[in-house]
T-cell receptor
Framework: GENVEQHPSTLSVQEGDSAVIKCTYS??????FPWYKQELGKRPQLIID?????GEKKDQRIAVTLNKTAKHFSLHITETQPEDSAVYFC????????????????FGQGTILTVHP | NAGVTQTPKFQVLKTGQSMTLQCAQD?????MYWYRQDPGMGLRLIYY???????DKGEVPNGYNVSRLNKREFSLRLESAAPSQTSVYFC?????????????FGAGSRLTVL
């Protein structure tokens, strides 16, 4: 089955710095890569996603890059703010033999991001 | 518009007891999922239902059963709870079974098994 490795497990930055979280996946058939943010005691929420036919996607201060050859993707947060402090999860979706994705997401282990004022 | 609603929010069980976690969504989504979240292990898929009338095992199905009661509701049952099932359980739903599946999560249910 799919295996998703996420690094680092914890990340501490100063307000205004950039933060980068990296994930690798094992199944070359994976075709969808979302990132979820989970604030303390809250539910995970989607912040950005990328599909396998795109190399980079940006939404204001966050961006995701995908390298299909190396099977890794990264989340980049620029100009970090204290409210960016949360746990971030990457995930990869598996496509079945019929060519459709059942939306089964395999998640990474999570990264605890702390932004110090 | 409530989204995904889970009950109960908290539950304490003794080893061997049974219980059912309830989940309902009001977004007319086709697919529903149950995940468990443990420290350092991310979110692991227990069972999912791609559409009404179907259910399938995920990564960690042992010790659990599910029922897709109708399009809105997807329940998770622990027949004989074990301390290893102490976790936070999240129900989620998504609109379709292909392409980019954006999950909407419930607020979570914290289960402790003594």
């Amino acid at each position: 089955g799919e295996n998703v490795e996420q690094h680092p497990s914890t990340l501490s930055v100063q307000e205004g710095d950039s933060a980068v979280i990296k994930c690798t996946y094992s199944d070359s058939a994976s075709n969808y890569f979302p990132w979820y943010k989970q604030e303390l005691g809250k539910r995970p929420q989607l912040i950005i996603d990328i599909r396998s036919n795109v190399g980079e996607k940006k939404d204001q201060r966050i961006a995701v890059t995908l390298n299909k050859t190396a099977k890794h993707f990264s989340l980049h947060i620029t100009e970090t703010q204290p409210e960016d402090s949360a746990v971030y999860f990457c995930a990869a979706s598996i496509r079945d033999a019929g060519g459709t994705s059942y939306g089964k997401l395999t998640f990474g282990q999570g990264t605890i991001l702390t932004v110090h004022p | 518009n409530a989204g995904v609603t889970q009950t109960p929010k908290f539950q304490v069980l003794k080893t061997g007891q049974s219980m059912t976690l309830q989940c309902a969504q009001d977004m007319n989504h086709n697919s529903m999922y149950w995940y468990r979240q443990d420290p350092g292990m991310g979110l692991r898929l227990i069972y999912y239902s791609a559409s009404e009338g179907t259910t399938d095992k995920g990564e960690v199905p042992n010790g659990y059963n599910v029922s897709r009661l109708n399009k809105r509701e997807f329940s998770l049952r622990l027949e004989s709870a074990a301390p290893s099932q102490t976790s936070v359980y999240f129900c989620a739903s998504s609109p379709r079974i292909s392409g980019a599946n954006v999950l909407t999560f419930g607020a979570g249910s914290r289960l402790t098994v003594l």
